[in-house]
């Protein structure tokens, strides 16, 4: 069974910087590619950022391209989320995902495995 846990998350003032971590567990880690998304109040989950199972490839939606970073250290099993700039808008839940498969989706239905996320809070 896999397992995510994941980490980091808190409170930030605008402009500000987070790391979140996302460490794997229960099966062989690059057999996954790895997403992360977001959930605020009201509103359906969105797609952040997402990496191959090398770390080779990576996607970002326009809304974070430029502020955030996804990175993988497949040594530790672990994909990283590197948020920079931040605003309040970047207020939600954040959940870390795996994937069976070399390649990454951006659609929430296509991850087979949550984590139980983590709460970044971005004041003005």
């Known amino acids: 069974q896999v397992q995510l846990v994941e980490s980091g998350g808190g409170l930030v003032q605008a402009g500000g910087s987070l790391r979140l971590a996302c460490v794997v567990s229960?099966?062989?880690?690059?057999?996954?590619?790895m997403g992360w998304f977001r959930q605020a109040p009201g509103k359906e989950r969105e797609f952040v950022a997402a990496?191959?199972?090398?770390?080779?490839?990576?996607y970002y939606p326009d809304s974070v391209k430029g502020r955030f970073t996804i990175s993988r250290d497949n040594a530790k099993n672990t994909v990283y989320l590197q948020m920079n700039s931040l605003r309040p808008e970047d207020t939600a839940v954040y959940y870390c995902a795996a994937r069976r498969g070399r390649s990454f989706y951006i659609n929430p239905l296509s991850y087979d495995h949550w984590g139980q996320g983590t709460q970044v809070t971005v004041s003005s």
């Open positions: 990496i191959s199972w090398s770390g080779g490839s990576t």
């Open positions: 229960g099966r062989t880690f690059t057999d996954y590619a």
